[in-house]
């Protein structure tokens, strides 16, 4: 039965949640932008040693800067993008497609009574976490 990409988000986001999920994406951009930045005014301020110093001081800022920013997973999967929720629903169908329902619910129900297709599933949402958004996974709290 052909589901919706909504649906399947939300019942990643159900697992995400039962199992307290939260995830760090390194915003790497950010950083490098930090570094580079400072390492400019630095250089423009104290010439060749200035860019050292400068290149020092933000890439410490700019990893303090991206570090720790952990958000709950349900939140991270609803804010991607529509492009990387169709990844990450061929992913999860992959996985479900043989399973025999008649709505989300039941879907969700089936999904939830049975451990094993409920470790496939997490293991992927947390293998696409990693891969596509390069995102430190954590649990609990």
Same mark, same amino acid.
């Given at each position: 039965?052909?589901?919706?990409v ?12 039962? &199992? ?22 630095? =250089? ?13 001081? =933000?890439?410490?800022? =700019?990893? @303090? ?6 958000? *709950? ?7 991607? *993008? ?18 025999? @329902? ?5 879907l969700?129900?089936?999904v ?6 409920q ?11 990693? &891969?596509?958004? &390069?995102?430190?996974? &954590?649990?609990?709290?």
């Open positions: 039965m052909p589901i919706d909504n649906d399947v988000m939300h019942l990643l986001c159900h697992i995400s949640e039962e &199992r307290k999920m939260k995830a760090a994406v390194k915003h790497s951009g950010q950083g490098a932008l930090v570094v580079g930045a400072t390492a400019f005014v630095g =250089g423009l301020m104290g010439g060749p040693p200035g860019i050292a110093i400068g290149g020092a001081v =933000g890439g410490l800022f =700019g990893a @303090w800067m991206t570090a720790g920013q952990f958000k *709950p997973v349900p939140q991270i999967i609803l804010e991607l *993008p529509p492009a990387e929720q169709q990844k990450l629903y061929d992913d999860a169908f992959a996985i479900i497609r043989n399973l025999d @329902w008649t709505d989300v619910a039941q969700t129900a089936l939830m009574g049975n451990a094993a297709i470790e496939k599933l997490a293991a992927g949402l947390i293998t696409y976490l990693s &891969r596509e958004l &390069r995102a430190e996974i &954590r649990y609990g709290e």
